[in-house]
């Protein structure tokens, strides 16, 4: 069986500061490991995704996220934020048929 | 890229009546598509996994009967909410596989907004 658990609901950074948006995950098989961001009333659009290849996987919009086994974790980064990464940001674990998604976090960019 | 087409994406209905969203992947094909449902503030609920050519698979607690799903060809899934209700209301995201291997991302609609009056 596969989870995810997204640490903080809520994050907020001013624009150009780091963001960094943390994700655990726990599996059974080697995991298949997702970001997702989803923007008001809109479907999820894939930011990244790891699939057992180089465990820095570069994503759409600058971000990118690290697979680090040891720590069962796959943090989200971005070195410098902008208003438009104003989102929702999900963390996903596949590691069979179905994704399995994390709770979310509302990422609030600052001016 | 991968485009999923979810429709309509907003619909009013009245209590008892039914209504069906439909899934179109655009320009790949999906063996596998999964429909979601997604409360305010809170994740996405899988609901069940359908697979072209054959029966839905619900996730535990939904309703097969009252959750309708077809997925009669490779581009097209459809959710049929029978007899709605006003708990029905939510916001509902269908996704589509692109490729059978389960490292093969999810493409997402973009969601229907459903309000039972």
């Known amino acids: 069986a596969q989870s995810v658990t997204q640490l903080g609901s809520h994050v907020s950074v001013s624009e150009g500061a780091l963001v960094l948006l943390r994700c655990n995950y726990s599996s059974s098989v080697p995991p298949y490991l997702f970001w997702y961001v989803q923007y008001p009333n809109q479907g999820l659009q894939l930011l990244l995704k790891y699939t057992s290849a180089a465990t820095l996987v570069k994503g759409i919009n600058g971000f990118e996220a690290e697979f680090k086994k040891s720590e069962t974790s796959f943090h989200l980064t971005k070195p410098s934020a902008h208003m438009r990464d104003a989102a929702e940001y999900f963390c996903a674990v596949s590691g069979s048929e179905k994704l399995v998604f994390g709770k979310g976090t509302k990422l609030t960019v600052n001016p | 890229g991968a485009v999923v087409s979810q429709h309509p994406s907003r619909v009013i209905c009245k209590s008892g009546t039914s209504v069906k969203i439909e899934c179109r992947s655009l320009d790949f094909q999906a063996t596998t598509m999964f429909w979601y449902r997604q409360f305010p503030k809170k994740s996405l609920m899988l609901m069940a996994t359908s697979n072209e050519g054959s029966k839905a698979t619900y996730e535990q607690g939904v309703e097969k009967d009252k959750f309708l799903i077809n997925h009669a060809s490779l581009t097209l899934s459809t959710l049929t909410v029978t007899s709605a209700h006003p708990e029905d209301s939510s916001f509902y995201i269908c996704?589509?596989?692109?490729?059978?291997?389960?490292?093969?991302?999810?493409?997402f609609g973009n969601g229907t907004r459903l309000t039972v009056t």
């Open positions: 996704s589509a596989r692109q490729g059978a291997a389960y490292n093969s991302p999810l493409h």
